[in-house]
């Protein structure tokens, strides 16, 4: 293995074990198994020149229902909502930085029990358990060349998703961490 391969794998397992301590704090926990339509989550994680973003949201909020697509109807707006996710500019604003999309998972596997990836990517999705409450998952991994100069991260999903009504967001870099309720007036990370 090239030392540059290693080192995307160290750093990879590195963003995961933040993006696991994050998620598992005190203050998630209240959150874990809640199921609020209105409300997504969006984490963050930066690391060098990498940023890694996930969303998850209720299906409802995102598509209009959350149970296993089975009409033309249903299967067509999941696939909709799949190429929706897939533009990130739609959803995300990273100023400066020079940042690109390498790939990214869109995971709609509850409601379709199959999964719906743009981009190359290792990542397997296996389909959940469908209780009634489908999420959706969507993850982006960017590469940026000059990650000194990113100033904010606008996120643009109200936008997209008028149903979402606030998003809670966490992010981690080496140096700081956070976390915001945002809503349609206020969509800016700093």
């Known amino acids: 293995?090239?030392?540059?391969?290693?080192?995307?794998?160290?750093?990879?397992?590195?963003?995961?074990?933040?993006?696991?301590?994050?998620?598992?704090?005190?203050?998630s926990y209240a959150n874990l198994d809640?199921?609020?339509h209105g409300l997504a989550q969006v984490t963050i994680a930066i690391e060098d020149q990498t940023i890694e973003i996930e969303i998850s949201a209720p299906a409802a909020d995102l598509v209009g229902f959350e149970h296993v697509a089975k009409t033309e109807s249903d299967i067509k707006s999941v696939a909709d909502l799949a190429t929706k996710l897939a533009k990130d500019a739609d959803l995300f604003v990273l100023k400066a930085g020079n940042c690109k999309l390498v790939n990214s998972t869109i995971n709609t596997s509850s409601m379709t029990n199959q999964n719906q990836n743009s981009g190359v990517t290792d990542k397997v999705n296996k389909p959940s358990h469908n209780d009634g409450h489908s999420e959706v998952i969507a993850h982006y991994?960017?590469?940026?060349k000059k990650i000194e100069n990113l100033s904010t991260i606008t996120v643009t999903v109200f936008e997209k998703?008028?149903?979402?009504e606030k998003i809670q967001?966490?992010?981690?870099?080496?140096t700081q961490q956070g976390a915001i309720t945002l809503n349609i007036k206020t969509t800016l990370l700093v």
């Open 1 to 27: 293995m090239k030392h540059s391969s290693i080192s995307m794998i160290k750093r990879y397992w590195r963003n995961t074990i933040i993006l696991i301590i994050v998620t598992c704090s005190p203050a």
């Open 34 to 36: 809640a199921h609020v």
């Open 141 to 144: 991994h960017y590469h940026c």
């Open 161 to 164: 998703f008028p149903s979402v």
């Open 169 to 174: 967001a966490m992010w981690v870099t080496s």
